[in-house]
């Protein structure tokens, strides 16, 4: 899934603040310069939605739009939710709020998480 219509391939550090809230990083939100580490923050946002049904930080980013300050409450998974503990640690490490302490996509693709359902997938197939 993606939407490519303000996609740029850049080295360079960014500074525009397009697409949708919800999926923005704390450093996007925060006006702050960015690089490619903002699509680790939004693999983070959307795997979180795809188990649990909504996104983690809805009525923060209501506060930060209202200009109540741009800080993310920590991570919480709901407890109606059966939620695996490599899940919960696979987007743990990709919403980390400090771009430098979160996973690579490389490292995304070694987690024990997606090796687990890649081989689940491999199965049914």
């Not at 391939?9 to 450093?27: C, D, F, Q, W």
């Not at 188990?51 to 919480?76: F, M, Q, R």
């Not at 302490?101 to 693709?109: E, G, N, P």
């Amino acid at each position: 899934m993606g939407d490519f219509g303000c996609a740029v391939h850049t080295v360079n550090l960014r500074e525009t603040k397009i697409g949708s809230m919800a999926y923005h990083s704390p450093e996007q939100l925060s006006m702050k310069s960015y690089d490619s580490k903002v699509d680790v923050w939004g693999l983070g946002i959307i795997t979180y939605e795809l188990i649990v049904g909504c996104t983690p930080y809805d009525s923060d980013i209501i506060k930060i739009l209202n200009n109540e300050g741009v800080e993310l409450s920590k991570l919480k998974f709901p407890s109606e939710c059966s939620i695996s503990n490599e899940a919960k640690d696979f987007i743990n490490q990709l919403l980390k709020k400090d771009p430098n302490d979160r996973m690579s996509l490389f490292d995304a693709l070694k987690h024990p998480f997606m090796h687990k359902y890649l081989d689940d997938m491999k199965m049914k197939l």
